[in-house]
């Protein structure tokens, strides 16, 4: 059974059709990553998975609970099983780091202040950051930030988090730390990941399974090697075959 069954899901902002009529099963433990050129509705699928937009048909099921029509107090529950790292981090400029990642323990749990300051400490180790509690986001590099984000997405420990462009704005060193921390947390923390990304190279070297939309409909899926073996024009045509002999060199 898969643990998000997507159906039908469609999504339309004025005269542009972003998500028009897409199916998608996403399984329990597994690293997909969902591709796709600009504008495709990558983060807005995300967004939907999280009660963040409403989407206009379709549905969407949530560990084979229907959650596409839960109202918002009801998701503030669903949203307790799952983590998101944001594009730009969003970290809060106005708290410390200590503070923002017990931001969503203070907000979801009823931890004492004792137990939060441990787990901060343990999340931050996690990410490969321990001890700077009592720095703020203004001290950090940009690679820092999306480390301290991440902590905050799995601090409550869910069941599954998502990426919306993980790797976004980084120099290559710290996409490779920041993959690296991805596969790290999906094996000590049992999660489901779920990414976006533009990246193709570091979404062929995470993933379980590729997820391409085209047109607003999930035109392919498989193995990153499945992919690169693909004679279908729409997988080769959005690889490239440049990419295509980069990946298969790598």
Same mark, same amino acid.
């Given at each position: 059974?898969?643990?998000?069954?997507?159906?039908?899901?469609?999504?339309?902002?004025?005269?542009?059709? $972003?998500?028009?009529?897409?199916?998608?099963?996403?399984?329990?433990?597994? *690293? $997909?990553?969902?591709?796709?050129?600009?504008?495709?509705?990558?983060?807005?699928?995300?967004?939907?998975?999280?009660?963040?937009?409403?989407?206009?048909?379709?549905? #969407?099921?949530?560990?084979?609970? *229907?959650?596409?029509?839960?109202?918002?107090?009801?998701?503030?529950?669903?949203?307790?099983? #799952?983590?998101?790292?944001?594009?730009?981090?969003?970290?809060?400029?106005?708290?410390?780091?200590?503070?923002?990642?017990?931001?969503?323990?203070?907000?979801?749990?009823?931890?004492?202040?004792?137990?939060?300051?441990?787990?901060?400490?343990?999340?931050?180790?996690?990410?490969?950051?321990?001890?700077?509690?009592?720095?703020?986001?203004?001290?950090?590099?940009?690679?820092?930030?999306?480390?301290?984000?991440? @902590?905050?997405?799995?601090?409550?420990?869910?069941?599954?988090?998502?990426?919306?462009?993980?790797?976004?704005?980084?120099?290559? #060193?710290?996409?490779?730390? $920041?993959?690296?921390?991805?596969?790290?947390?999906?094996?000590?923390?049992?999660?489901?990941?779920?990414?976006?990304?533009?990246?193709?190279? @570091?979404?062929?070297? #995470?993933?379980?399974?590729?997820?391409?939309?085209?047109?607003?409909? *999930?035109?392919?899926?498989?193995?990153?090697?499945?992919?690169?073996?693909?004679?279908?024009?729409?997988?080769?045509?959005?690889?490239?075959?440049?990419?295509?002999? $980069?990946?298969?060199?790598?």
């Amino acid at each position: 059974m898969a643990l998000f069954e997507v159906r039908g899901v469609r999504k339309v902002f004025g005269r542009n059709v $972003v998500l028009d009529g897409l199916d998608l099963d996403i399984f329990k433990g597994e *690293v $997909v990553t969902i591709i796709g050129e600009s504008g495709s509705g990558k983060s807005i699928l995300l967004k939907a998975l999280m009660g963040l937009i409403e989407i206009d048909a379709g549905t #969407i099921r949530f560990d084979d609970e *229907v959650v596409s029509d839960a109202s918002e107090k009801e998701w503030t529950q669903i949203r307790r099983r #799952i983590g998101m790292l944001f594009q730009e981090s969003a970290l809060f400029d106005s708290l410390s780091v200590y503070e923002n990642v017990a931001y969503a323990l203070r907000e979801q749990t009823d931890m004492p202040e004792e137990e939060i300051a441990r787990q901060v400490a343990e999340t931050l180790t996690l990410v490969g950051l321990p001890g700077i509690e009592e720095m703020w986001p203004a001290d950090l590099s940009g690679g820092m930030r999306k480390r301290v984000a991440l @902590a905050r997405a799995v601090a409550v420990r869910p069941e599954t988090v998502f990426y919306d462009e993980p790797a976004e704005g980084l120099d290559p #060193i710290n996409v490779t730390r $920041v993959n690296r921390l991805l596969l790290g947390l999906q094996e000590s923390l049992n999660v489901t990941s779920v990414v976006v990304t533009h990246n193709l190279k @570091a979404a062929f070297r #995470i993933s379980d399974r590729l997820v391409l939309i085209h047109d607003g409909k *999930v035109v392919a899926t498989g193995t990153p090697e499945s992919f690169l073996d693909s004679q279908d024009p729409i997988v080769r045509e959005f690889i490239g075959e440049r990419m295509r002999r $980069v990946l298969l060199a790598s």
